[in-house]
C-alpha cells in the first residue's frame, strides 16, 4: 500500500510564516539601528567640524584685537598688521565651517538599506502567502 506523503497544514505554515516574519522584523530593527548609528557618527563628525571651525574664527577675532594692542607696527601700521592676522585666522575657521557643513549635507538621514529590505520582505511575505 503506497503510503500518503504528509502535507504540512495550513495552521502549521502560518505557524512558520508568523515566526519567519517574527525574526525577519527583528533583523530589519537591528539594521536600521547599524544604519542609523553610522549617520549619527557622520552627523557627529560634522557638527565637531563646526565647531572646531566657529573656534578658529573666534581665535581670529581674539588674534584681530591683540594684534591691534601688540601691534606690528614696524612693518606696516599697526591696524593693518591686526588686521590682516585676524583675517587670515577668521578666512580659514570659515573654511573649515563650510567643510563641516559639506560634511552634513551629504549625510542621507533615511534608511535606504532597510527600506530597501523591507520591501524585499514585503515581496517576500506576498509570495509566502499567495
Not at 39 to 56: R, W
Amino acid at each position: 500500500m503506497l503510503e500518503a506523503q504528509a502535507e504540512p497544514l495550513v495552521g502549521d505554515l502560518l505557524r512558520a510564516l508568523a515566526r519567519d516574519t517574527g525574526l525577519l522584523m527583528r533583523q530589519e530593527l537591528q539594521l536600521a539601528g547599524t544604519e542609523l548609528t553610522l549617520k549619527a557618527k557622520k552627523f557627529l563628525l560634522g557638527t565637531v567640524l563646526i565647531i572646531v571651525g566657529g573656534a578658529l574664527a573666534l581665535a581670529g577675532l581674539m588674534a584681530v584685537l591683540a594684534a591691534a594692542v601688540a601691534g606690528l607696527a614696524m612693518i606696516l601700521p599697526v591696524w593693518a598688521a591686526a588686521l590682516i592676522v585676524g583675517l587670515l585666522v577668521i578666512a580659514v575657521g570659515c573654511a573649515v565651517i563650510g567643510r563641516g557643513l559639506t560634511a552634513l549635507k551629504q549625510i542621507d538621514p533615511v534608511p535606504q538599506e532597510t527600506i530597501s529590505t523591507l520591501k524585499a520582505d514585503a515581496e517576500w511575505a506576498k509570495e509566502r502567502v499567495t
